[in-house]
């Protein structure tokens, strides 16, 4: 009795042991999973606010440009197009121009929006600190934070040369980084520092989330200031980025530990009242005991060589991403201190390796990218493909070269699939779609659909330059292009994505094409078992 008592107590404390294992690793799994993406979220972010700070900064260039030009002219010789626009920038309290030199000022403000405006002598005493700071900053810089009326300003004092003139504005910091910020990372709580001061917060982070869920990164204008951006998921994301079903794994193992004690002492039971019975028994106990280490084993060589890809995955994605940033902001440096030094040749140096830079960063994206549709959790829902079809492309033609791309939408059907992973297809395909394009003078992309036995087939077409249809069963291999194919700026790796989303879906994926007259790439989302086990 005493034999049988002390096994189902170990088996019991084993098996629960084990449970408890493969809780961890689950659990720890999925937060860096969640983690990953969290860092892909933020960077992308940061790279956009750096774009947008540097559009602003070039708007303001332009002002000062403008002002110059045509400052000292009457009125009616100015130009109508100012060429000048800030309607994507809020915040701008006041613009002010001087010009000692011409004994020229003019003044933007919100109550005056023209470019024309000559401030009286009273409005011009009241700027007279502003003018002052400018007066003791050399070249272009970034001034700040200042604290008034409750708000935090900040300065941007543009020096030019001697018949340039100097520029002044005066921006509320909260208001123009919210519009700097709008539509990026939902879902996150962002704050924009500057050394101690918090110049902008959106939305509160949610506390009880694990620490690498929160992502803290730099930013560097051309002025050479330097910002803190941290991302922090609220709480409405976090909880929807929490996987429920893990938290079950540990006491639906306890359970299942604490019934195989019992029926193993059932068992012994049985085996005391026929000893054929126990020899039988006992041998299915061994089958079983081997049969479960062999998957343990299995399990944990594959948890293993899981685990393992993330870890690299992550490495490729932070490690390696923060020597490159200082390599960019090196190389800016570089270029603006020592421009003169270098000359032309080493100018086109620092060129070439800022393009190897940039280049390589997208290849760290698209290896995140190729992780995420390989290892991100799986769940179906229902996708309104037309509206999610729409969002990609407005998303991705507003950085597109001219000329204007013709987008012809059919009419999409909906879809049950996995919402993340669909949309990293779909932004594939319309990015190779409009990449092709861009050596032709009209460009034109089709996406249609059709339905067959229950399956919908989506089809995105391109007027671009096509491919010789036999190699079309190796565009969707990685590092892969095509005899004959021109050089571009891909990596390879795109249709390697849309193929592993593809497959995740038990779908098909193929592409049509001839040399010089465009390209057609066709996928389905569902397989025809799936359907028939629905129907």
């Known amino acids: 009795m005493f034999y049988r008592f002390f096994t189902a107590a170990i088996v019991t404390l084993l098996f629960g042991f084990l449970t408890y294992q493969v809780w961890m690793f689950l659990r720890d799994t999925d937060a860096s999973k969640t983690a990953l993406l969290a860092e892909s979220e933020s960077y992308a972010a940061r790279s956009q606010l750096i774009r947008n700070i540097e559009t602003m900064l070039q708007s303001l260039r332009n002002v000062r440009t403008y002002w110059t030009r045509y400052g000292s002219l009457p009125r009616d010789k100015w130009a109508d197009d100012a060429g000048i626009e800030f309607e994507h920038f809020e915040g701008i309290q006041a613009i002010i121009w001087s010009d000692s030199a011409r004994d020229i000022r003019y003044m933007l403000t919100a109550q005056k929006p023209v470019f024309d405006y000559r401030p009286s002598n009273e409005e011009w005493q009241s700027r007279s600190d502003l003018l002052a700071e400018a007066r003791l900053v050399e070249g272009e810089a970034i001034l700040g934070p200042y604290a008034s009326d409750s708000e935090l300003h900040i300065h941007v004092v543009l020096n030019g040369a001697s018949d340039e003139g100097s520029l002044i504005a005066v921006f509320d910091a909260g208001k123009t980084f919210a519009s700097l910020l709008r539509d990026q990372s939902p879902g996150y709580a962002i704050t924009v520092r500057w050394n101690d001061a918090t110049l902008y917060q959106r939305d509160r982070g949610a506390t009880d989330v694990p620490q690498n869920w929160t992502r803290e990164g730099r930013i560097r204008t051309s002025t050479g200031t330097t910002w803190t951006v941290v991302h922090t998921p609220t709480v409405a994301l976090a909880d929807s980025l929490a996987t429920p079903t893990i938290d079950a794994v540990l006491p639906l193992g306890f359970i299942i530990a604490v019934l195989l004690g019992?029926?193993?002492?059932?068992?012994?039971?049985?085996?005391?009242?026929?000893?054929?019975?126990?020899?039988?028994?006992?041998?299915?106990?061994?089958?079983?005991?081997?049969?479960?280490?062999?998957?343990?084993?299995?399990?944990?060589?594959?948890?293993?060589?899981?685990?393992?890809?993330?870890?690299?995955?992550?490495?490729?994605?932070?490690?390696?991403?923060?020597?490159?940033?200082?390599?960019?902001?090196?190389?800016?440096?570089?270029?603006?201190?020592?421009?003169?030094?270098?000359?032309?040749?080493?100018?086109?140096?620092?060129?070439?390796?800022?393009?190897?830079?940039?280049?390589?960063?997208?290849?760290?994206?698209?290896?995140?990218?190729?992780?995420?549709?390989?290892?991100?959790?799986?769940?179906?829902?229902?996708?309104?493909?037309?509206?999610?079809?729409?969002?990609?492309?407005?998303?991705?033609?507003?950085?597109?070269?001219?000329?204007?791309?013709?987008?012809?939408?059919?009419?999409?059907?909906?879809?049950?699939?996995?919402?993340?992973?669909?949309?990293?297809?779909?932004?594939?395909?319309?990015?190779?779609?409009?990449?092709?394009?861009?050596?032709?003078?009209?460009?034109?992309?089709?996406?249609?659909?059709?339905?067959a036995n229950g399956i919908s087939t989506y089809c995105i077409r391109d007027n671009g330059v096509g491919f010789d249809s036999q190699h079309a069963d190796r565009m969707f291999q990685a590092f892969e292009r095509l005899p004959g194919e021109q050089k571009s700026d891909g990596l390879g790796l795109g249709l390697m994505i849309a193929a592993r989303v593809v497959k995740r879906h038990r779908g098909l994926i193929w592409a049509e094409g001839a040399i010089g007259e465009g390209a057609t790439f066709c996928f389905t989302l569902q397989h025809k078992q799936d359907t028939e086990t629905a129907a």
């Open 262 to 451: 019992l029926i193993i002492l059932e068992n012994g039971r049985a085996r005391s009242r026929a000893l054929a019975a126990e020899k039988a028994e006992r041998r299915i106990a061994q089958l079983n005991k081997n049969l479960e280490q062999e998957v343990a084993d299995r399990t944990e060589e594959l948890a293993n060589r899981t685990f393992d890809l993330v870890t690299i995955t992550d490495s490729v994605a932070h490690d390696l991403r923060n020597p490159l940033n200082s390599i960019s902001v090196n190389t800016q440096v570089l270029e603006q201190q020592f421009a003169s030094t270098l000359g032309q040749e080493g100018l086109a140096a620092l060129g070439r390796t800022a393009s190897g830079i940039r280049r390589m960063t997208e290849i760290l994206d698209r290896l995140v990218g190729l992780s995420v549709a390989s290892h991100s959790t799986f769940r179906r829902e229902r996708i309104d493909m037309q509206a999610l079809v729409t969002q990609v492309f407005e998303a991705i033609r507003l950085a597109e070269p001219p000329p204007p791309v013709a987008f012809v939408l059919g009419n999409l059907p909906d879809v049950d699939a996995d919402r993340t992973l669909v949309q990293t297809l779909v932004l594939n395909l319309l990015s190779n779609a409009l990449k092709y394009t861009r050596t032709k003078p009209y460009r034109r992309i089709d996406v249609s659909s059709s339905t």
